[in-house]
């Protein structure tokens, strides 16, 4: 990634992450245990990567945080790491927001339209695909390579017709200098709530 064309780019990526998660996840949020913990960051590991740039150094001011922003209420703290973040691999830190911020949605969307609780291994591989994706994007553009964000094998991923705003978030991120190619899923622009989406399904599954 370089350049002012894929830094807005990467801003209104981030900003539709912000606006997603506050006009249809966070009112649909149910009450309990907070997601599992994210591991140690590697700079924190028995082994750090001793080219890890930090948090402090890279992610103040910067409009990655505003992930971290969405995860922390949703997520247990990080495991092996201290509570002042400021030290840790910034790679690691936002690709575990990543990581919660896409297991939660997924959460959340198949509750809402299945009334029932997603199958552990869908949301992990959101959540995987999520920490890939988003990790290798911030990655890329500051030259932090970590050593725990690597291209892994295709994963079966729910499509955009069964988990809308989860399947939207991590197709956009597959590859942000395609996303004109890949144009977003148009009529999620005209809802306003997980009940509106839910009922766009409904009317697809039942039209000739």
Known sequence: ???ATDAVTLHQLL???VYFHALFIEPALRPGAPLDPAPGC???????????????????????????????????????????????????HVSAA??????????????????REPAGALVDACASAAT??????FALQHSSPCSRVKRTAPQALP?????????????????PTTVSRHPVTTWLNHCTSLDDVQS????KRTSP
């Open 98 to 115: 990543a990581a919660v911020i896409a297991a939660s949605w997924a959460q959340t969307e198949y509750r809402t339209y299945r009334q």
């Open 159 to 175: 499509p955009t017709e069964e988990l809308p705003l989860t399947g939207e978030l991590l197709a956009l991120w597959a590859d």
């Open 15 to 17: 900003g539709r992450i």
């Open 42 to 92: 590697c700079a924190h590991s028995p082994h750090p990567n001793p080219c890890a740039r930090t948090v402090g150094e890279l992610l103040p001011g910067s409009a990655w945080q505003v992930l971290w922003e969405i995860a922390t209420p949703l997520a247990a703290p990080s495991k092996g790491c201290p509570t002042s973040c400021s030290s840790c691999c910034a790679t690691c």
């Open 132 to 137: 890939t994706r988003l990790g290798r994007v």
């Open 200 to 203: 766009v399904l409904a009317s």
């Open 1 to 3: 990634m370089n350049g």
